[in-house]
């Protein structure tokens, strides 16, 4: 077990006074971009990414970026460069990944509950693998492929039934989740369907839950796909690839995670077991810490019993994470001012009390203006925004190489209206 804080590059650091982005200072963005708004650094995307391409180097592998983490269009673009393909997990993550010049062969779609639509559209597309969640859904995708004179590649998702040990709400493969078919009939699943017209069957595929910083469930989930893959081959299937799904955390708070050489340790001596390619498909653990929120102090009030509150002009509908899992996030000025620490609760200005970054939360003195960076918002915090109470989507930036760009602008209530009568 290791610190990922010590490993990973960190891009959020002060420079002299002031919090910089990879060396760009945080205050010259937004004086141009306004708040609130993300601000990722391509170098720490890089940086991860190889990390774990790196890890697996030793057996076959492809990364299927998770697009569900962050699918801003440059982000998705830098990922191809560095010769990631892509998880989609809806119609329209097939279509972003397509904007951003993936080939449909690069694509594996999951996803539970997709629409007659959106296998129409990924059966049509030729995507490279569309990771079955039911026996129906195989059965409607074989009858769409059959009437379109197509074959579509498909593998089926198991449910194995193993507890991840992350929060409950982005646990996957319990048999209370909704996802995946049972582990002890997907081999009759596959074998009820080996001859049915339309179907090629590529793969099994697993996905037991995200944020996970132990390597027991993970290893536990390699070892039962790969025996499935085993009984699999033995009924005569020519499987291409094991898909392990994502998952590996990243350490919010300081805590031992970890590392994606720890996981490439664990599961590579399974998957040699079968020595089928693996596809992962990792999303947190590419963007995670990519990102931070950049927010100014709009108010700040202080009760009798001695709470103190600093109020953003950034809330829930800008990161949802604190509010739907209690999620902890490293928040830090921009600027500090000199004076002793002590606890506040940070919080968003919509009109929910479960608007709260955090609470009780040492900073130095903050005064109304100032600037704060809520970090590791770079995996499902964009991804995740919403217009409640009518706020506008926050512009996002990319800092590359020591200069910044617009990446997204910043939403406009025009933009909003747009959709109304
Ligand atoms: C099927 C599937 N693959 C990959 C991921 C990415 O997970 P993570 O961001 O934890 O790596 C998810 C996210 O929940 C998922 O549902």
Excluded at 32 to 38: E, K, L, S
Excluded at 361 to 389: F, H, K, Q
């Amino acid at each position: 077990m290791i610190t990922c804080d010590s490993l990973v590059y960190q891009p959020f650091q002060p420079t002299g006074d002031v919090l910089a982005c990879d060396g760009v200072s945080i205050q010259s963005i937004v004086e141009h971009a306004g708040t609130p708004t993300y601000i990722y650094s391509a170098r720490a995307i890089r940086e991860s990414y190889r990390a774990i391409d790196d890890a697996f180097a030793s057996y076959p592998h492809a990364i299927h970026y998770a697009l569900k983490a962050n699918s801003t269009l440059a982000i998705v673009r830098l990922l191809r460069s560095l010769g990631s393909r892509v998880d989609a997990n809806s119609g329209g993550e097939i279509r972003v990944a397509e904007r951003a010049s993936f080939a449909p062969q690069d694509i594996v779609f999951t996803g539970v509950g997709k629409t007659r639509d959106e296998l129409e559209y990924a059966v049509a597309a030729g995507v490279g693998t569309i990771n079955a969640e039911s026996a129906g859904e195989l059965d409607r995708i074989a009858a769409i492929a059959r009437g379109q004179g197509r074959v579509a590649r498909v593998a089926v998702r198991v449910n194995p039934d193993i507890d991840p040990k992350s929060h409950p709400h982005i646990s996957t493969g319990l048999k209370t989740n909704k996802f995946g078919v049972p582990l002890q009939e997907a081999r009759a699943i596959y074998r009820a369907r080996r001859e049915t017209n339309g179907l090629r069957f590529v793969g099994v595929h697993i996905h037991i839950g995200s944020q996970i910083t132990t390597l027991e469930p993970l290893t536990h989930a390699a070892e039962s796909l790969v025996s499935l893959a085993l009984e699999l081959r033995d009924d005569g299937f020519t499987l291409e690839h094991v898909d392990l799904g994502g998952g590996l955390g990243i350490a919010y708070e300081g805590r031992p995670t970890i590392s994606p050489a720890d996981y490439a340790g664990a599961v590579t001596p399974e998957l040699r077991r079968a020595g089928i390619p693996v596809v992962l498909e990792p999303g947190r653990a590419v963007v995670g810490y990519s990102g931070a929120l950049v927010a100014r102090v709009v108010d700040t009030k202080c009760f009798p019993d001695g709470r103190k509150f600093a109020v953003l002009d950034a809330g829930m509908g800008e990161l949802i994470r604190p509010a739907l899992y209690g999620s902890f996030h490293r928040i830090v000025p921009v600027a500090v001012h000199a004076g002793a620490e002590s606890a506040w609760d940070i919080v968003g200005p919509i009109c929910e009390s479960s608007d709260v970054f955090a609470r009780d939360r040492m900073m130095p003195p903050l005064e109304v203006d100032d600037l704060v960076a809520i970090l590791d918002v770079g995996a499902y915090g964009s991804v995740m925004g919403s217009n409640y109470n009518r706020h506008l989507l926050p512009a996002e930036v990319l800092v590359d190489e020591g200069t910044w760009t617009t990446i997204r602008r910043r939403q406009t209530l025009e933009d909003v209206l747009a959709l109304e009568t």
